[in-house]
């Protein structure tokens, strides 16, 4: 099945840096990534997402780009606030089930 | 407001009792999900539902069992044999178990003493 590394587990920047956490995945038929964004006593929710056929994407302050060839995807956020912090998740889903496998999240902390 | 609910937030149990959690939605979502959260190891697949009637193990199912009578309902109970059933539990949803993105719950704090 598909195995899905996160790094790094804990990132701390101050308010108005870009932070970059990155992702690899094993599973070369995987199509799906999703990433999720979990503050403390919640669930996850889902903050951006890419499908294999495109590169990169962007939503406001928030990008993802995609390498299939070297099985790697990573969350770029910039002009980042205090309200960025929170538990990130990647995940990869595999093509044989397509059941997401997850990271072991980022803990992201952004000092005022 | 269409969403997933899991009751309770919080639940204390004594060793040896076996423990249900409950989990709604009302999204129409074909697939539904149990995950385990503990500190630094990410979220770990129990079972999960991809059709009514139907749920297959995760990677940690042991000690775990689920039903899957209604759509939109899919508990899990965790039994005596779970060796070590003290976590953060998820549950998630999704339109289809392919590409599609998972929709959690606020998740249910079980202690076990």
């Known amino acids: 099945g598909e195995n899905v590394e996160q790094h790094p587990s804990t990132l701390s920047v101050q308010e108005g840096d870009s932070a970059v956490i990155k992702c690899t995945y094993s599973?070369?038929?995987?199509?799906?990534f999703p990433w999720y964004k979990q503050e403390l006593g919640k669930g996850p929710q889902l903050i951006i997402d890419?499908?294999?056929?495109?590169g990169e994407k962007k939503d406001q302050r928030i990008a993802v780009t995609l390498n299939k060839t070297a099985k790697h995807f990573s969350l770029h956020i910039t002009e980042t606030q205090p309200e960025d912090s929170a538990v990130y998740f990647c995940?990869?889903?595999?093509?044989?089930?397509?059941?997401?496998?997850f990271g072991r999240g980022t803990s992201l902390i952004v000092h005022p | 407001d269409g969403g997933i609910t899991q009751s309770p937030k919080y639940l204390f149990r004594k060793e040896g009792q076996n423990v249900t959690l409950s989990c709604e939605q009302n999204?129409?979502?074909?697939?539904m999900y149990w995950y385990r959260q503990d500190p630094g190891q990410g979220l770990r697949l129990i079972y999960y539902?991809?059709?009514?009637?139907?749920?297959q193990k995760g990677d940690i199912a042991e000690g775990y069992s689920v039903s899957r009578e209604k759509k939109e309902s899919f508990p899990l109970t965790v039994t005596s044999a779970q060796k070590n059933p003290t976590a953060f539990y998820l549950c998630?949803?999704?339109?289809?178990?392919?590409?599609?993105?998972?929709?959690f719950g606020n998740g249910t704090r079980l202690t076990v003493t």
């Open positions: 998630a949803s999704s339109p289809r178990p392919v590409d599609s993105p998972l929709h």
């Open positions: 599973d070369s038929a995987s199509n799906y």
């Open positions: 890419i499908r294999s056929n495109v």
């Open positions: 995940a990869g889903a595999s093509g044989g089930s397509y059941i997401p496998t």
């Open positions: 999204l129409n979502h074909d697939a």
């Open positions: 539902s991809q059709i009514v009637n139907d749920f």
